[in-house]
């Protein structure tokens, strides 16, 4: 799949309204994909860095649940936070640099982090 014919995900939410955390971009990277790489959380990180990361992985969980998504257009940044724990990777060989990439709500391990994520509705 070329980048330009990246999936965007109808209907997912652009990010975190009243912040500048975005959960999807626009048009792919001309300079390349952008890999996925697990990010290290710390305890001293910002609360509203974890409410982010709870906002987006409910919007994962109400737009795909326990199925394997395409990594499409949603954010690598946002991905990263969650990747390797709560999101995991989809299929055997997996290439953390492709738009068409499949992942997967590890739900096990994102109940645990996460409950909050797993509600019908999430309160910001």
């Known amino acids: 799949m070329a980048a330009r014919d990246m999936t965007k995900h109808k209907g997912f ?11 999807t971009i626009r048009r792919a990277n001309p300079r390349g994909v952008t ?7 710390h305890a001293d990180r910002d609360a509203i860095d974890t409410k982010a990361d709870i906002a987006f992985l409910h ?24 990747f390797g724990r709560e999101v995991i990777p989809a299929e055997t060989p997996f290439d953390n640099a492709s738009y068409s990439a499949l992942l ?3 739900v096990e391990v994102a109940m645990k982090s996460y409950p909050e994520a797993f509600e019908d509705v999430l309160e910001i």
Request: glycine fraction near 14%; include cysteine; charge should be neutral.
């Open 104 to 106: 997967q709500i590890n």
């Open 35 to 41: 890999p996925i790489t697990a990010r290290a959380r």
């Open 13 to 23: 939410p652009s990010g975190l309204p009243g912040t500048g955390f975005q959960f």
């Open 59 to 82: 919007s994962l969980w109400h737009h795909f649940g326990d199925e394997p998504f395409e990594r499409g257009n949603l954010d690598a940044g946002r991905l990263c936070w969650l």
